[in-house]
């Protein structure tokens, strides 16, 4: 029998103003990953497509480490979307065949009042089929439990968001304006398709 667990996460950031506009930041598709999980876990597989080994999760007496494809799409107006697009589970082979993992992000810039916010949203889904003897644990003890685990992954990826990505945003605007590639005096912006900035250049682990 496979077991659904789900778990969802917002959040909402004010974003300082700066010299170049976040909407060009976000088309880094690299830097924003590394805001959003351990860089050391992550692998590049394409311009826009990561792989992330996640860290070992806990469930119940079983302990399992997905290993999980993401795309991640950026938005000429500076949205982003993130999408799981496979998942393995390594050395269990078992548990490999009988699991499924879809994750949905998006974060997109809005202004109120001239104020910039970042509003995210994400959504995490697993199906599993929990082996023997742990299947025969009450099923809202299971679904608790496993609804829980997805909650606190998301959390925690919250919370690396918030406290990396604005930091990460305001060291990326200094490096550009000390290539002299994105400001003019008076602080008017030239970042166009012809004069986008490598993230591979501008990447650092932090």
Same mark, same amino acid.
């Given at each position: 029998?496979?077991?659904?667990?789900?778990?969802?996460?917002?959040? &909402?950031?004010?974003?300082?103003?700066?010299?170049?506009?976040?909407?060009? @930041?976000?088309?880094?598709p690299r830097r924003l990953v590394n805001a959003l999980v351990d860089p050391n876990r992550?692998? %590049?597989? &394409?311009?826009?497509?990561?792989?992330?080994?996640?860290?070992?999760?806990?469930? *119940?007496?079983?302990?399992?480490? =997905?290993?999980?494809? *993401?795309?991640?799409?950026?938005?000429?107006?500076?949205?982003?979307?993130?999408?799981?697009?496979?998942?393995?589970?390594?050395?269990?082979?078992? !548990?490999?065949? %009988?699991?499924?993992?879809?994750?949905?992000?998006?974060?997109?810039? @809005?202004?109120?009042? /001239? !104020?910039?916010?970042?509003?995210?949203?994400?959504?995490?889904?697993?199906?599993?089929?929990?082996? @023997? =003897?742990?299947?025969?644990? =009450?099923?809202?003890?299971?679904?608790?439990?496993?609804?829980?685990?997805?909650?606190?992954?998301?959390?925690?990826?919250?919370?690396?968001?918030?406290?990396?990505?604005?930091?990460?945003?305001? %060291?990326?605007?200094? &490096?550009?304006?000390?290539? /002299?590639?994105?400001?003019?005096p008076n602080s008017q912006v030239i970042v166009g398709a012809g004069s986008a900035v490598?993230?591979?250049?501008?990447?650092?682990? @932090?």
């Amino acid at each position: 029998m496979l077991n659904r667990f789900t778990a969802s996460q917002s959040l &909402e950031i004010a974003v300082g103003e700066q010299t170049i506009p976040i909407q060009h @930041y976000l088309r880094q598709p690299r830097r924003l990953v590394n805001a959003l999980v351990d860089p050391n876990r992550l692998e %590049r597989l &394409e311009a826009d497509c990561f792989r992330l080994k996640m860290r070992p999760l806990s469930f *119940m007496t079983m302990t399992i480490q =997905p290993t999980v494809d *993401m795309k991640v799409s950026a938005l000429a107006n500076g949205t982003v979307r993130l999408r799981s697009q496979g998942c393995e589970i390594r050395g269990i082979e078992y !548990i490999n065949q %009988r699991f499924s993992l879809n994750l949905y992000g998006r974060l997109a810039p @809005y202004k109120i009042n /001239g !104020i910039t916010y970042l509003r995210g949203q994400a959504d995490l889904e697993v199906q599993v089929e929990v082996p @023997y =003897p742990l299947s025969l644990t =009450p099923q809202p003890i299971i679904e608790a439990t496993g609804n829980g685990l997805l909650k606190s992954v998301l959390l925690t990826i919250k919370q690396r968001l918030m406290h990396n990505l604005l930091s990460d945003y305001q %060291r990326w605007t200094c &490096e550009v304006a000390d290539q /002299g590639m994105a400001t003019q005096p008076n602080s008017q912006v030239i970042v166009g398709a012809g004069s986008a900035v490598s993230d591979d250049s501008q990447q650092r682990t @932090y």
